[in-house]
Every structure is written in structure tokens, then in C-alpha cells.
């Protein structure tokens, strides 16, 4: 990252007393967890939606409808460190970071679409797309990209704690270890006690909750006194902008598109987001939780819908915190913000209070809990869905019954929370933070991303292609980003291995590099997978209710593999669905060649410097688009 060091030891008092910290992040997890417990017995009653029964806990019995698809899938994706970092990015590098933030986590999302629907045509029973790999490739390959899914979840959820942390911490005054250790606490409970249903109905009031403090802040930021309007956010940047020249920008100008640092972060975000997205269960795992039919809109509407909260909330946070930086109501007054702090993601909460004071701070305190919260629950049941089937059913216990695998589903969400908290832990204790962590995380989560799709899609991709690519691809990466850090900086440290450049060759080697080996690979030694034989193995557990009781709760059919498949669980997909596989195809290109290369490319190429009358119109779209996303992901 090119941030000028700054650094100055004066601490900023925090804005918030330390009950607060421990009231929203111990209470409000407990009322969450208790809400569960009342939710899920009223499911039980109604719906007869019985978390002890494993299909209902993994995949809510994979009929789980567009709207919550779609509010799941932008609170999942919500990460903290997204409402963090598209502020980070603006205030570092003008009005392309919030823009690339934006256009850097919607591709991937609408993309997924068309991969889960293709998924749930070839495999329909599957839990976790693992299992897909252990079918076709056996067992090296599972443990493989076992490991580079583990890896990948232990990352997020890593560089997720470590933003909300630190924000909390300043907000509060908790100690970081504190907070560290007691966000999981209120997740792990709603999650075993509802299961993936829990983090779909969470979902739902996280996202809702979100957007509404969103437009809060941004609003409350245009019609502080000292900003007043659209306008008035232009003139305090134009006012600002000789302090801040941007290295690499057109004219160092804040109001440009054309910024090299932008496009480099644009790279890194684009594909370490796939990495994320690809190489995360739980994205597979809502997907196998839909309803054939939900799938595709509800992660298409997911995906544009997530666009407009980081480019709308990273544009006006990030612009405002230029603009009164050097204000007196700025809390780091009359100094600038460290680099420690700008990279801790305090930028927003910093120019939250400036603008709305305590309420501001309880605004982005609620807001950082709701996307740990949210988040957390979605990677917990994630790792939790490949301990239990990944390793304990396929390793320990073919036989297991529905309460081992549950118990064993239980244990996997409690294991990974604690020991993502212990390394964040140590992580922090490292000198590591949330900056460092969003720039070079895509190096070690982006290996498996073409060999994963391609065992999907590509009948050819051999197991040895699949698993050499994935382990080479990984090397190629670390040695690409460590070389660079090298080779730039002269040296292999914290300091180094977190700037731009390194990250994004060691990014885009670790994602691309496995692209190319798996192509000559299997084109030198080729499979010739039958997609027929994904379905030979049974997946579906049966539940542990008799047949009699069953009879009476829900109509019984016999699955063509023997399972006793109740009507909600049963797996449907029929050639209708073809045409979903389409429309997530042409979506995802649009969703890709709109967003984020005819939209802004053009901006970039012609090195426009964005007048009041532009940035009135584009401040008035993202204010548009976000209240119609925050909308319809709340109404459908
Ligand atoms: N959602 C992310 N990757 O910020």
C-alpha cells in the first residue's frame, strides 16, 4: 500500500464507555441466540423444520427461497472489512477506491450463480462442494482442496475479526483481545441452535439493519453543517486536495478514476474476491440450500444489489474524511490519522463521529457487529459442513447416523471459531492487520479457483491436472509475492509483503498460474469424466424419525438410491432449469464487462477529473441504488 508513514502516539479517546462495547457484542449476540431458539422451535411447530435432523441444519432441506437467497448472499458477502476498507480505499486513493470496491465484489457473486446451478444440476444431494471433488478425483485431491478451503475460510474470517476488532475497540475502549475472543461467543450460539437456517433469517435483519445505518451515515455526512451538500463534499475535497496528492493519479487529483494504485487494488480485489467466493463452502452450501429456482436470481439480484453499499458508503465516508481531516471536529485533531490507524480501519469510525458524534460511533458499532455477526456464522457453518462431512463422515465414520453428525457439526462450529480467534490473536500479536490481510489474502486463497470451476465444468481436467495445479499454483504465488517483496524492497517483512505490487503479482500468479498448468496438464493426459456417475454415490442423509412418525408429518418418498427423502427434502431439477443456466451465464458477463470494464475503463483511459455537476449525478445514483437494493433485498 502507499501510504505516506505517518505516526504520532497520540491516542484518541474513545468516543463510546466500555459497557456499550460489551452490551452490543456480548447482549445483542445472546438476544440473538435466544431469538433463534424462539424461531427455530416455531419453525419446528409450523414448518416442521427440525435442526436435529442434519439436512435441515446443513441445507435447510434445499428449499430455502429467492429473497432470503438473495439478503443472505449480500450479508455473507458484507464482510466488515467491506464497510471498513472501501472507506480505507477512498480516503487512500480518491473516488476510484470506492468505485473498484464496488465493481471489485460483484462479478465473482452474479458468476456464482451460474456455477450453483450447474452444481445442483450435476450433483443435486451434495453438502459441500468437496464432496464433489472426492467423487470425481478421490482422495488426494479431497484433502487438497479441503486444505485450501480451510485455508481460505481461516483468512476471511481472520482478516474479518481483525477490522471489527479494532473498530470496537476504538469505539469502546474493550480490549482488543476482548473483543477478539467475544464476537464469536453470540454466533456460535444462534448457530448451533438454528443451524444454516439461523444464518439465513439473521441474514435477512443484518442486511436490512446495515442498510439503514448506511444511509444514516451518508446522509447524516451530506447534511452535516460544515459538508451541507454534494456540493459542499466537492468543494472541502477540491479545498483538501493539495494535502492529498495521489501518487500515481492523474494530476494527484482525488477526483479521477485514472489512479494507478486504484487499478492495482481493482486487480487485487477482483481476483482475490474470487478466490474468496469460489474457494468458500458456504457460497456452495446456500446454493444447495436453495430452491432449484432461487438460485439464479437470488444471487444475481445478491450481487448488483452489494454493489451500491460499498461504492455509495466508501465514496461519501471516504471523500468527507479528506475533506475534514484537518477540521477540529475530526477526532485525531490537530493531527492526521497514522498509517497504523488508517490500515486498522478506523478511517470510517473516525469520520462517523466527526460528522454524527456518539451516534455516529453506535452507528458504526451496530454496523461492524451486524457484518461480523452475519459473516462469522456464514464461514462457521462452512468449515463446520467440511469437518463433518469432508472429514469425520468420509474419514472417521462412513456409517454415522444423523445425531453423530450432528454432534460432529456442533463440535466444528465451536473448533473453528475458537481457533480463527486464536489466530487472530496472533496475527495481531504479530503486527499483523486488517490492511495487510485485505491486500496479500488472495495469494493463498486464489490457487484452487480454476481448478475447482473446471472440475465443474471441464469433463477433461484430470485429478493429477486438478491436484498439481492447485498445489504448484500455490507455490508459484507465495514465491511470486514474496520475490517481488524482495525484490522491490530489499527485504521479506510485515511492512513489505503488505504493498500493492507484491500482492497483486503474487495475487494474480496464484490465481492464473493454476489456469495455465491444469490446461497443459490435461490436455497432455485428459479425463473423460461421465457427469452421469456424480449421481452413483447417495448423499442424502436420512433423518432419524420413523417411518411411522414421518408418515404423519410429511408425505415419504423413496429417493432412486434407497434414501427415505421427505417432501421437503427432496431434490428436484428438472430441464426447465437449463434455462436459469443461461440467464446466470449472460448475467455474469454483463455483470463483469459492464461493471468493471465499460463502465469504468473509459473513465480511466480518458483521465477525466470528475466536475461538481458529475459528482452531483454519481452521488445521486449511489444514493438511488442503494435505497432501491436496500429495498427489494428487503421485500422479495
Ligand atoms: N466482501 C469482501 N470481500 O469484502
Known amino acids: 500500500m502507499s501510504l505516506l508513514l505517518r505516526s504520532d502516539d497520540t491516542i484518541i479517546p474513545s468516543p463510546l464507555p466500555q459497557g456499550a462495547g460489551y452490551a452490543v457484542v456480548v447482549a445483542v449476540g445472546l438476544i440473538f441466540a435466544l431469538g433463534m431458539i424462539g424461531i427455530t422451535r416455531l419453525l419446528k411447530k409450523t414448518l416442521n423444520e427440525d435442526n436435529a435432523n442434519v439436512e435441515t441444519f446443513m441445507v435447510a432441506n434445499r428449499s430455502v427461497g429467492t429473497g432470503l437467497v438473495a439478503s443472505a448472499v449480500v450479508s455473507s458477502w458484507l464482510w466488515s472489512t467491506a464497510l471498513l476498507s472501501c472507506v480505507l480505499v477512498t480516503y487512500l486513493y480518491g473516488v476510484s477506491g470506492g468505485f473498484w470496491y464496488g465493481a471489485g465484489c460483484t462479478p465473482m457473486i452474479v458468476f456464482f450463480a451460474y456455477l450453483g446451478v450447474v452444481c445442483k444440476k450435476r450433483i443435486p444431494e451434495a453438502h459441500t462442494v468437496l464432496e464433489i471433488v472426492r467423487i470425481r478425483y478421490g482422495t488426494v485431491a479431497h484433502l487438497v482442496f479441503t486444505f485450501l478451503a480451510v485455508v481460505n475460510n481461516l483468512f476471511n474470517t481472520i482478516n474479518m475479526i481483525l477490522g471489527a476488532a479494532a473498530v470496537i475497540t476504538f469505539l469502546t475502549g474493550i480490549h482488543i ?5 467475544l464476537l464469536p461467543v453470540g454466533v456460535v450460539l444462534y448457530t448451533l441452535v ?36 454534494i456540493d459542499g463534499l466537492y468543494d472541502l475535497v477540491v479545498k483538501a486536495q493539495p494535502s492529498y496528492e495521489v501518487d500515481g493519479n492523474y494530476q494527484g487529483s482525488l477526483l479521477t478514476m485514472n ?5 492495482f487494488f481493482a486487480i487485487i480485489l477482483l481476483v482475490s474476491n474470487f478466490g474468496a467466493v469460489i474457494m468458500d463452502t458456504s457460497y456452495f452450501i446456500k446454493a444447495f440450500a436453495a430452491s432449484p429456482k432461487a438460485v439464479v436470481p437470488g444471487y444475481v439480484v445478491g450481487g448488483f444489489a452489494y454493489f451500491s453499499i460499498p461504492w455509495s458508503l466508501g465514496t461519501i465516508m471516504g471523500l468527507a474524511a479528506l475533506g475534514l481531516e484537518s477540521s477540529p471536529i475530526f477526532p485525531t485533531y490537530p493531527r492526521t490519522m497514522t498509517s497504523l490507524e488508517v490500515t486498522n480501519g478506523l478511517v470510517l469510525p473516525y469520520v462517523a463521529v466527526a460528522v454524527a458524534g456518539k451516534g455516529g460511533a453506535v452507528a458504526v458499532l451496530l454496523m461492524t457487529f451486524m457484518a461480523i455477526t452475519s459473516t462469522l456464522s456464514a464461514q462457521v457453518i462452512a468449515v463446520s459442513s467440511i469437518f463433518t462431512f469432508d472429514f469425520y463422515r468420509t474419514y472417521i465414520n462412513k456409517n454415522a447416523d444423523n445425531k453423530d453428525v450432528i454432534r460432529w457439526s456442533h463440535l466444528g462450529v465451536v473448533l473453528f471459531a475458537a481457533i480463527s480467534a486464536g489466530l487472530t490473536a496472533a496475527f495481531n500479536y504479530g503486527g499483523i492487520n486488517m490492511g495487510w490481510t485485505l491486500y496479500m489474502i488472495g495469494v493463498v486463497t486464489c490457487p484452487g479457483i ?24 500455490l507455490g508459484t504465488g507465495l514465491g511470486v509475492w514474496l520475490g517481488t517483496a524482495q525484490a522491490l524492497f530489499g527485504e521479506v517483512t510485515v511492512d513489505s509483503t503488505g504493498q500493492t505490487l507484491p500482492c497483486m503479482y503474487g495475487t494474480v500468479a496464484s490465481a492464473l498460474s493454476p489456469l495455465l498448468y491444469t490446461v497443459i496438464l490435461s490436455l497432455i493426459w485428459p479425463d473423460n469424466y461421465d457427469w452421469a456417475r456424480f449421481t452413483d454415490e447417495k448423499l442424502l442423509l436420512d433423518n432419524d424419525t420413523s417411518a411411522e412418525e414421518s408418515e404423519r408429518e410429511a408425505p415419504i418418498r423413496r429417493s432412486n438410491k434407497g434414501g427415505v427423502l421427505s417432501e421437503a427434502s427432496e431434490v428436484v431439477y428438472d430441464q ?3 434455462r436459469w443456466q443461461r440467464y446466470a451465464l449472460i448475467w455474469s458477463l454483463f455483470s463483469f464487462f459492464g461493471i468493471w470494464v465499460l463502465w469504468p475503463l473509459p473513465m480511466y483511459g480518458s483521465k477525466y477529473i470528475f466536475s461538481k455537476v458529475i459528482m452531483d449525478c454519481s452521488v445521486t445514483h449511489m444514493v438511488v441504488d442503494k435505497s432501491f437494493h436496500t429495498w427489494l433485498v428487503s421485500i422479495i
Open 177 to 181: 483481545m476482548a473483543s477478539t475472543f
Open 576 to 578: 426447465t432449469d437449463l
Open 259 to 263: 489512479s494507478q494504485q486504484g487499478i
Open 194 to 229: 438454528g443451524g444454516i437456517k439461523a444464518t439465513f433469517l439473521t441474514d435477512y435483519i443484518h442486511t436490512f439493519v446495515i442498510a439503514i445505518l448506511c444511509c444514516y451515515l451518508t446522509t447524516k455526512t451530506l447534511t452535516h453543517h460544515d459538508v451541507g451538500s
Open 450 to 473: 480454476f481448478p475447482l470451476i473446471l472440475t465443474i465444468l471441464w469433463n477433461k481436467q484430470s485429478a493429477l491436472a486438478a491436484v498439481v495445479s492447485a498445489v504448484a499454483g
